[in-house]
């Protein structure tokens, strides 16, 4: 049988009449609607010729065995956010099922070819995303704070792992997944609103933006709204609104896509009788340049100490998270530029904002791309999550063409 990308429509479809509600996809990892998603997509794969295995981070592998050992693997996540879209991270898996079995089909190839799905790329659950992929990539440094994490119930990260049957201790043996990973393919919806309103239904990835995450405590005095003259006061809020501000300029300076969010801002005493004496304040950087992200983060910092100086303020600058910028493979990325041409007649090419599991298999050094499809009104992470049929069948189509290619480029070298 031929590629069916309708079918994938429809069995995305299925899945989330099976595993979401009126509030949209409930898929969240380590609990019992996931483990539904999960056996659900194993049944779309039963009776293709695949060794199936579950690795030790909890992720799940079909294995197509070609003539030679080296793997070009396709990845994507069935676990949503509560609430969540029909199509994030789903049509990954289920794309990629369609295409496993239409090379399958075709006898034996002349590599390896695998499908794997992640397992917990939202980390919505406990806050710690790509949990599988960081896993298998080795990247997990960070296995004493997971022990401590707990969600809303109290329940710790370790025991939901435990009755999903993985010992976070063992969860870096996924490390040996990637050993003979030579290409890795992952197709996603954009999530945001650039190929839309481009009018272009596919995009190639260039690689995930790097990211700086940082907590501003600006402190004043807390004063009385009344009495406080306005030239003696020293006042938190005005620093904060001031960077709040000035972001939007040095991300226009620094450019080429940077995007700079002050997200928060929390003032204490917070009441309407009184002077902030201080503003919390949350500021996220992102670029796909490693200096640019660097330039981000130096201008504010130094204008964050000019708005100090004017308020008669102090500034305390505490990180919280940050990432490199992760770049994807070139050759990758020209074939997929190539492959969304062939089915589409246009292609484009663009950074991804959000990160990936694809970012974590890069990190570990495997030639990666991604594919993004356009998402309507670019939204995501809601029930609102939507993308044309018709581009959702271009895109299974195009991954199809990408993955031959893949295949033929590793087999060649
Ligand atoms: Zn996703």
Redesign the pocket.
Known sequence: MALDPARVVSQLRELQRLTGDENGAQRVAWTDTWNTARAWLAGLLDGVPLDVERDEAGNDWWTLRGASDRAVLIGG?IDSVPNGGWL??SLNVVAGAEVLRRIAEQGTPPLTVRLVNWAD?EGARFGRSLFGSSAAAGSMADQDELRELRDHDGISLPEALAANGVDLDRALEARRQLESAAAYLEL?IEQGPVLESMGIPLGAVLGTYGVERWRITWTGQAAHAGSTPMDRRRDALAGAAKLALEIRDIAARVGNGAVCTSGSVVCRPGIVTSVVETAEQLLDQRHLDAASLAELLRQAQEASGRFAAEEDIEVAWERIWNIEPILFDETLIGFCDDACREVAGVSHRLPSGPL?DAAEVARAGVPTVMMFVQSLRGLSHTKLEDTKEEHLELCVAALDRLADKAIAWVAGR
């Open positions: 996540h994030d991270g790329e996603h990936h």
